[in-house]
């Protein structure tokens, strides 16, 4: 064959391979993919859990992948062979950051083939651990805040605000001086956005959470919410937004249904909609996106980490995943296929 | 005083009056309203009974009126004295259709003052019970068909859709050749749909309801649904519009929240907002308004008549709202303040 590749590669690998939706994946032997002109095969590194992995594999996700899969969307690696496209070849030995092919096998596995535009070279100050979260959460929250600006909102709220996207966009918003009223559910993830700078946070376990919620909306005039919870938060942020503010929901970490007073909806002009990271990717060009990952390269790489939590093998990568969402405040969990030192 | 009238008015009046949200408005005897400058004092002859009365009565409208207040918001009647401006005075006499004051006592007495531009004046061949509901349903009719056109939308479906309001809407989207889902919930509203030339009819009560609706939605591209019923009915609509469609939520007959799976917000760009005749109302501009009443009219009058299922008399007329929304499909409920013949 045509193709490039930096050193000897198995046959086979180990890969989760899930093979029912709402089933838990199984560490199996596979035959290690070869990439066409226009791929590269990376040697997986790491691969966060985030909430979107869990979604998938409960079968709630947008375009269900075809079965059997190997799940995971995004991973940091080097780039051990490549199909002989030149885009491909001059990645040939970097240390990246990729994203699983659309309708393919993904990132928990010790070798993932993907797309070359779905890699992107890592900086030197970024490291492989971090730069394995290049992609899901910087881009949601750059594009998140995309939006805010483009709609014209001054101020915004986030749920499950202690969440790595949830410190980050806390974060950037202090840097932006744009308020984010920071939803969190428990006091400690109170007091560890307040040490991160965080000027407005509300406890949703709090007895008088909504009339607080309410208070601070008007007070602030937050115009749009972004919604990671679902179920009962949506009704509650609904309720709390002046006239004409907007919900878009990111995620459903309650498992329940979003739930709206329709008469919020008919007489105060209120709305509900949806973010998907996937989508705004698609409305941008390509050098947006590029000058974005350039900025968020140099934000971690200027002491902006990501606290990590756990590390996990492959054959403990799916305990990992209950382990973070359980745990989400103390930090990400990185499926290691390399093995955990 | 220089205020012009008609003939010898009474000082008291018989009026349902509301003291307190969520009770049953009491029959009382009160002063007859006079009419400042800008208004007219109307002597009430017909007010239907519409869902937005008992969404008023029950303390879920928009803005709520001060206490103690009559409620009842469309009728039509004869204008029996004016204030002493010219665009008061030249309606005194005239038959005509009015709404109720913004913060200010209703139609469901036996007289009552509003602005002289919240007053239409009837045609000849327009008879005042069907004058009375002139402005509530065919305005929204003519509102949600306009917000359909203004977004492009090539298909569209309406729940409740036996109600006075929805053959309305079958009968306009006929006129227009707007392909129109009609949803309803029995058998006979199928069947009196049908003799009314609609072509695409869903039965909610069927079992297999949300196939059939996911079905009709694609084939026809329906991408705005407007809903008059909440909870259930708006997660179903979510599921079955094809990707990007919309809700419009413009009632809650079902008396409860809308539900909303957040996977189709975020994966399939679905929305969930509000639709109000009056915000609708206040984005138009007066000639346009003017023009609008002078097609419903035509229209009227050309035998196009919303049918009527019951009068009842002020001491009758709380019965009245429950019997309407049990039966919408019956025909409307007509409160008449000068007594039932």
Redesign the interface.
């Known amino acids: 064959m045509n193709n490039s590749s930096l050193l000897n590669i198995p046959n086979k690998m180990k890969a989760l391979v899930l093979t029912e939706f709402n089933a838990k994946p199984e560490l199996t032997e596979v035959d290690t993919p070869t990439p066409t002109k226009s791929e590269v095969l990376i040697k997986i590194d790491s691969s966060p859990v985030n909430p979107s992995d869990s ?1 998938f594999i409960r079968g ?4 269900k992948k075809s079965l059997p899969v190997i799940p995971g969307f995004e991973a940091s690696g080097t780039v051990v062979a490549t199909g002989n496209g030149f885009m491909s070849k001059r990645l040939l030995g970097k240390r990246v950051a990729c994203f699983a092919p659309i309708d393919g096998n993904g990132t928990w596995a010790e070798y993932m083939v993907t797309r070359n535009n779905f890699v992107i070279p890592l900086k030197k100050g970024v490291d492989l651990e971090q730069g394995s979260m290049l992609m899901v959460n910087p881009l949601s929250v750059v594009a998140m805040l995309d939006i805010a600006k483009k709609g014209k909102h001054r101020a915004i709220a986030n749920t499950a605000a202690a969440s790595a996207l949830g410190q980050m966009m806390n974060k950037l918003c202090l840097e932006k001086k744009l308020p984010i009223v920071n939803i969190v559910r428990r006091e400690e993830q109170v007091t560890l956005l307040k040490q991160q700078g965080a000027k407005y946070i509300v406890n949703s376990s709090d007895n008088d959470f909504l009339t607080k919620l309410s208070k601070i909306f008007h007070e602030l005039n937050v115009t749009i919410a972004f919604d990671a919870v ?1 179920g009962d938060m ?2 509650n942020l609904i309720e709390a937004l002046p006239v004409s503010g907007e919900v878009m ?4 970490l309650s498992e329940q ?20 990271a996937s ?1 705004w990717i698609n409305q941008q060009n390509i050098v947006n996106l590029l000058l974005t990952f350039n900025k968020i390269q140099k934000y971690i790489s200027s002491g902006n980490h990501t606290t990590i939590h756990k590390r996990v093998s492959l054959d403990n990568a799916v305990e990992g995943i209950s382990t973070y969402l359980d745990n989400m405040t103390l930090g990400k969990v990185l499926v290691k296929p390399i093995g955990v030192s």
């Open positions: 979604s709630m996700y947008s375009s679902s949506t009704f929901v990111y995620g459903g249904a979003c739930i709206t007073n329709p008469g919020k909806l008919i007489f105060e002009k209120k709305k509900l909609s949806g973010f998907w989508e």
